[in-house]
T-cell receptor, first 116, second 114 residues
Framework: GAVVSQHPSRVICKSGTSVKIECRSL??????MFWYRQFPKQSLMLMAT?????????EQGVEKDKFLINHASLTLSTLTVTSAHPEDSSFYIC????????????FGPGTRLLVL | AQSVTQPDIHITVSEGASLELRCNYS??????LFWYVQSPGQGLQLLLK??????LVQGIKGFEAEFKRSQSSFNLRKPSVHWSDAAEYFC????????????FGKGTLLTVNP
């Protein structure tokens, strides 16, 4: 149980385009989902916290107009990187909190974004 | 504010040897403590967690961790390492009522020699 999926697993796009990444909790309801960014050989950097039905809370330094987050249902959150540039290339990981369990985050497999 | 320190950036052990990965945290009360493992190019998998009760916690893949309040530590152990255990290990701390939010350590990369 507590499976989280991400789609796509890998995406290559041209500079200036927008990219949407989906995060789904497959077998549980997630009132809270998180979006992280991870640079090579580094730890996870929390970008934002999204709660179902409300606006996301962004960490300091993260541009909310650049990284649009939508958490429209208890099983789906999306991250849209708008007008992507090469510096946005990174590994993006989502996680979800299972409302039926103690406060534990379950992680998706990640999405590798490469902006050319 | 809570924080997590993983003192060892990189550890190398031989297959079959025992393993201990260190984790120290800073938090005013009893925290929620987690160990996650990440294989290259993958997301994080939960190994084990401590919320309360027995301070020795058993996890998946033969891992265990012990919460020591006096030392503010939550070290991860495994008696005999397998080559497939080579990965990055992250310790994380959460707090009651934090709405699942975690603070992660910088990670320890484990290399296993044959």
């Amino acid at each position: 149980g507590a499976v989280v999926s991400q789609h796509p697993s890998r995406v290559i796009c041209k500079s200036g385009t927008s990219v949407k990444i989906e995060c789904r909790s497959l077998d549980f309801q997630a009132t809270t989902m998180f979006w992280y960014r991870q640079f090579p050989k580094q730890s996870l950097m929390l970008m934002a916290t999204s709660n179902e039905g409300s606006k996301a809370t962004y960490e300091q330094g993260v541009e909310k107009d650049k990284f649009l987050i939508n958490h429209a249902s208890l099983t789906l959150s999306t991250l849209t990187v708008t007008s992507a540039h090469p510096e946005d290339s990174s590994f993006y990981i989502c996680s979800a909190g299972d409302r039926g369990r103690e406060e534990t985050q379950y992680f998706g497999p990640g999405t590798r974004l490469l902006v050319l | 504010a809570q924080s997590v320190t993983q003192p060892d950036i990189h550890i190398t052990v031989s297959e079959g040897a025992s393993l201990e990965l260190r984790c120290n945290y800073s938090y005013g009360a009893t925290p929620y403590l987690f160990w996650y493992v990440q294989s290259p190019g993958q997301g994080l998998q939960l190994l084990l967690k401590y919320f309360s009760g027995d301070t020795l916690v058993q996890g998946i893949k033969g891992f265990e961790a012990e919460f020591k309040r006096s030392q503010s530590s939550f070290n991860l152990r495994k008696p005999s390492v397998h080559w497939s255990d080579a990965a990055e290990y992250f310790c994380a701390v959460g707090s009651p009522g934090s709405n699942y939010k975690l603070t992660f350590g910088k990670g320890t990369l484990l290399t296993v020699n044959p």
